[in-house]
């Protein structure tokens, strides 16, 4: 017995393919290698990607309105490959040969782009600092070269937090209770990468050269993989579960083939295997739930399911299967809910970096000047600040009243967040109506920095910060948690997308406000000299948007319900 609990019992397993020991693999031994991982590769995603609406308007020579969906639109294709990495990782290769393959193709775009900015014939002609004429040909090469890191990325975000999460034995009490702190600690190593970007790097590429500020990001992203595969001994792996996307089609194909089929009052007689494990590779069993009944049809037992001595899972399916594609049901609308939010975040790397561009960005008296798009370091320190402090006092204060061993329930954490970020908004429309008073009253439309300081956008860049500590890191646990065992990628690469489908929606609303508002020689709510334009009915209308998404997140979080695995793997 004593032998037996020196291994995991949710099924991982170690370099070699045997049961997991608990006393040589996982836990915090092997996260701060993956941890390391992140703060490194995030240091190279966000050195390349905080300045680049910067770079595709003075480099590339785009207006702001093309600058802001092309970047817009890149940032969403970033979120949208995670599927492609999520269902090999849960399907065929797992999380590690996943990170280790699509790691690769990120250096090889990282490279390409410094090339792309530094190598002469390949990066842009420019005559003087504002004035570039690229060619056809230098502009596919950046783009080229970025869609490569979108596809390389793809393959590291819905993999790495779920494979740091891996480390803790879910049927162990005692190191599942490390798996929340895990993910605020995982997030911080993120924003201390991306406060390095967003300080020294985006001084780089403002003040050296955009050739050296692509590159530190590469040679950074290479230092990740280093980091990565150091730990290999010490991790612990699930085995991929096969095709998720096949499990979930065979559930509704035999649901709908039984359409006629009465599902029986005594749950206990729908189908499921004997044995103390599912039949599903890496993945405990799921204990029945009431709701979604039409899709238990799919595990009710008629006489011909079994004709041939063999199952057929396209006729008949366990009650594990028929779970999985309802959490995934109930996962949809909680989903849903952070795409709004996510059009919200992704205004940091686009407008508040044009509406900073039109302010005093000189530190005090003194000539240095802050770029714009190095604001969002006040995003990352809040995040810094409020980890700590959300780990340390809000969790245990918060367990005293509410019985919770994580203080708040993931849905609660994460519904904070949702509140918190209306109000960045608000006050990011504030501070826009403000700055074009003083421009009218002192008629400063053609400054080009007019004298208001650029720290006036603090405060909704340190809201935004506090917004993301509550939902975002209580969205990856939330989607963790709640994903079936052999879904964990899959789940965190849709948890992803809502990131990629936040910065759609924005480009779609700035295609769709620019048409309807620069009509008839007007300039619209969105010209390339802001002092001209109304971007704070732009942020008015977010705020809209986001007082409705919040109040649409508490009538589906009052509905949801969690799953209840049951069992253990060996």
């Known amino acids: 017995m004593e032998e037996e609990d020196i291994y995991t019992k949710d099924g991982t397993v170690d370099y070699k393919g045997n049961p997991a020991n608990k006393k040589q693999t996982g836990t915090w031994r092997s996260c701060p290698y993956i941890i390391g991982n992140e703060g490194c590769e995030r240091l190279a995603y966000y050195g390349m990607s905080t300045n680049l609406v910067l770079y595709f ?134 924003n201390i990468g991306a406060l390095i970007a967003a300080s020294v790097l985006v001084w780089v590429q403002d003040n050296v050269s955009w050739g050296w500020g692509f590159a530190i990001p590469a040679i950074a992203m290479a230092i990740a993989v280093c980091f990565f595969f150091s730990g290999s001994r010490l991790y612990r792996n699930q085995k991929p579960g096969g095709s998720p996307l096949t499990r979930l089609c065979q559930v509704l194909v035999a649901s709908i083939r039984k359409y006629k089929v009465a599902v029986p009052a005594d749950k206990s007689l729908l189908y499921e295997t004997a044995n103390a494990e599912s039949n599903i590779k890496g993945s405990r069993k799921i204990d029945h739930t009431n709701d979604l009944s039409f ?180 969205q990856l646990e939330f989607f963790y948690e709640q994903a079936p065992d052999a879904m964990r990628s899959f789940c965190m690469a849709l948890q992803l997308t809502t990131i990629a489908l936040g910065n759609y929606l924005s480009s779609f609303l700035v295609t769709i406000v620019t048409s309807i508002t620069a009509r008839n020689g007007k300039l619209g709510w969105i010209p390339d000299n802001l002092n001209y334009g109304h971007v704070h009915y732009f942020f008015w209308l977010l705020t809209v948007l986001s007082v409705l998404n919040f109040g649409a997140f508490l009538l589906i979080a009052k509905w949801y319900t969690y799953k209840r695995p049951v069992g253990t793997l060996r």
């Open 295 to 474: 899709f238990d049809k799919a595990a009710v037992e008629i006489q011909t399911d079994q004709l041939k001595g063999s199952v057929n899972p396209w006729r008949l399916c366990t009650v594990t299967q028929v779970e999985e594609l309802k959490i995934i049901i109930r996962l949809l609308p909680i989903w849903a809910s952070g795409i709004i939010l996510s059009t919200v975040f992704s205004q940091m790397g686009n407008l508040f970096v044009l509406q900073g561009e039109r302010m005093d960005t000189r530190v005090g008296h003194s000539n240095f000047r802050i770029p714009p798009a190095s604001l969002s370091i006040f995003d990352i320190l809040s995040v810094i600040f409020w980890v700590p402090i959300y780990d340390r006092i809000i969790v245990p204060v918060t367990r005293k009243f509410t019985g919770q061993k994580n203080g708040l329930t993931q849905l609660q954490r994460m519904g904070i967040g949702l509140f918190i970020s209306i109000f960045a908004m608000v006050v990011a429309a504030l501070l826009e109506l403000e700055r074009l008073r003083i421009v009218r009253r002192h008629n400063y439309y053609e400054l080009k920095e007019m004298p208001m300081t650029i720290f006036w956008q603090v405060p909704q860049y340190f809201l935004l910060g506090c917004a993301e500590v509550f939902t975002i890191i209580g």
């Open 57 to 190: 308007k003075h480099r590339l020579n785009q207006h702001s309105a093309v600058a802001t969906k092309n970047n817009q639109n890149w940032g969403g294709t970033c979120y949208i490959t995670p599927l492609i990495g999520a269902f090999l990782a849960d399907s065929y290769l797992g999380r590690y040969w996943t990170i280790a393959c699509f790691s690769i193709i990120y250096i090889i775009g990282m490279t390409l782009l410094a090339l792309s900015a530094s190598v002469h014939g390949i990066r842009p002609r420019c005559y003087a600092e504002d004035n570039c004429n690229p060619t056809e040909t230098q502009s596919a090469v950046a783009f080229l070269a970025l869609y490569l890191i979108a596809l390389g990325t793809g393959g590291i975000k819905p993999c790495v937090s779920s494979y740091g999460a891996d480390q803790f034995d879910d049927t162990d009490e005692k190191e599942k209770k490390h798996k929340s702190s895990f993910f605020n600690w995982f997030y911080l190593s993120i």
